[in-house]
């Protein structure tokens, strides 16, 4: 509701004596309507030159105009024949009463360069000319219409702007994810998953196949600097069969481009001293950066690479780091982004755009300018978490990590429920999403793009490999198990590729 002042009712009172031809004192006055005809016509003009009913019409102008600038029709149809046929665009209508019972109503329509008449009695005045106050501010009167429909035109973008902004948030991250499989351009994946099985079988029956003629690189993925069991267990079973491995020291939180320059040194440097290939596996993030090193590198290390494996890599992107930090999702609501700045940045003392690079916006941009090399033997790894509510509420799968308390030099050790707090993520992109994942990745953005895919069925959620050597179930195999079946398998897909070459060749 619009509280009118003094100011309105002097206006209404001063519309109705121009409408009777009167003045206070009795004595004619021009009326405040008028018209005329032909095309030299002046359109009628209110009193602009007093100053209240200046003030008035200023203000119901800006109040119609913003009121009407929320529909998407500004048509308004009149009663006479000459009257206009719509008030559309940058046109301003100010309707008031007049005569003495002050029912019949009288529009003035103020359009530049256009004709305008009136309706009702107004007519009985259309022959009258409008006073030469009312003409001499006809440029006032236009720039106040002016003003008042930006303020409309200003709100309506306003209303559109938390529009857009709300659909935005509702979406999330819903059109991204399997962009990868959408895009055309992106070569087919092959599905390895019974090989797998028949691999991983065949190793708890004790039969290993993997070759000594190679070195294996591990490549650990976000804050597994502070994870102490991370890859451990699966660099100390390489090493009991006779094989040479290692996991990289990277700076996991440091960002993908720079942890490819360290990665591709680990690289030279390991072909170097041994004079053997490198074969690489990394584990979310970790694999994003070791394909990063091969996409960046690759002239210099086509030579040196034998393949790779991504075990559960957000190769396309990750919708708990696009919906953290992309500007209008949910995380804006309650400082997620603030919040993840100051664990990276202050507590592990990190670069929040080791988070920002597996956001959609950022793997669409560096996977257009540097893509995996095609000829590039590749094994992707994805699973998906159990929902249960057992596992919601059960402790049993936790990670032990170590935090750095503030001089550096000692480190707090922590435990955290992480298999708890995959399930929970993963029924988050269940419910809003009605995608699969581990609790961070979906299932088709691991997916690696011409890669041999194993889709296992058993539940692994993301943080699998951390807390993996503390397995409650031995016949279930255990990380360094799986990833001995995967790069395997690599090994396997790496020997196809060579005997495709040499037929091409021959």
């Not at 009695?121 to 930006?150: F, G, Y």
């Not at 978490?385 to 030099?409: C, G, K, R, W, Y």
Request: aromatic share 6%.
């Amino acid at each position: 509701m619009f509280r009118f002042d003094p100011t309105f009712l002097k206006l209404q009172k001063l519309i109705r004596m121009g409408e009777a031809g009167q003045s206070r004192d009795g004595e004619s006055v021009a009326p405040l309507v008028g018209g005329g005809t032909g095309d030299n016509a002046v359109a009628p003009q209110v009193f602009n030159s007093l100053p209240a009913l200046n003030e008035a019409a200023s203000y119901i102008t800006q109040a119609t105009s913003y009121l009407g600038s929320c529909f998407s029709d500004y048509s308004v149809e009149y009663g006479g024949k000459d009257a206009c046929n719509s008030i559309s665009h940058p046109h301003e209508l100010i309707r008031s009463t007049s005569g003495v019972d002050g029912n019949s109503p009288v529009s003035v329509c103020i359009s530049p360069g256009e004709r305008c008449s009136t309706s009702s009695e107004a007519s009985t005045s259309a022959a009258n000319s409008p006073s030469r106050e009312s003409i001499e501010s006809l440029p006032q009167a236009t720039n106040a219409i002016v003003t008042s429909n930006r303020l409309g035109l200003n709100g309506v973008s306003m209303f559109q702007g938390l529009i857009e902004r709300a659909r935005r948030t509702v979406r999330g991250s819903a059109d991204d994810i399997g962009w990868l499989q959408r895009d055309p351009e992106m070569p087919p994946v092959e599905d390895g998953t019974d090989r797998f099985n028949n691999i991983l079988d065949e190793i708890g029956h004790g039969v290993h196949r993997l070759p000594n003629t190679v070195v294996y690189l591990l490549v650990p993925g976000l804050f597994s600097n502070h994870g102490p069991l991370y890859f451990v267990d699966t660099k100390t079973k390489f090493s009991k069969m006779g094989l040479a491995c290692h996991i990289a020291k990277i700076h996991s939180e440091s960002s993908v481009e720079k942890n490819a320059r360290e990665i591709k040194e680990y690289i030279e440097e390991l072909c170097w001293g041994s004079n053997k290939r490198v074969l690489l596996l990394g584990h979310s993030k970790g694999g994003i950066d070791a394909a990063a090193a091969l996409s960046l590198y690759w002239p210099e290390l086509k030579d040196k690479v034998a393949g790779l494996v991504l075990a559960q890599s957000p190769y396309g992107g990750s919708p708990i780091a696009t919906d953290i930090l992309r500007e209008g999702q949910l995380g804006d609501y309650v400082n997620l982004r603030k919040m993840m700045e100051i664990l990276i940045s202050k507590v592990i003392k990190g670069d929040i755009q080791a988070l920002e690079d597996l956001t959609y916006e950022r793997r669409k941009e560096f996977l257009k300018n540097h893509p995996l090399p095609r000829e590039l033997p590749s094994v992707s790894f994805r699973t998906e978490a159990s929902i249960s509510p057992a596992v919601l509420a059960t402790l049993s799968h936790v990670a032990h990590a170590e935090l750095p308390l503030t001089n550096q030099a000692t480190k707090l050790p922590v435990v955290m429920p992480l298999g708890a707090a995959m399930a929970a993520c993963a029924q988050l992109l269940q419910v809003r999403y009605g995608e699969k994942s581990d609790g961070l990745v979906t299932c088709c953005d691991a997916e690696v793009p011409g890669s041999v895919v194993v889709r296992p069925k058993r539940k692994l959620d993301h943080a699998w490999m951390v807390y993996s050597s503390l397995n409650e179930v031995p016949l279930e195999a255990d990380a360094a198990q799986v990833c001995e079946a995967l790069l395997t398998l690599l090994v396997q897909v790496e020997e196809e590729k060579q005997r495709k070459l040499s037929t091409k060749i021959d």
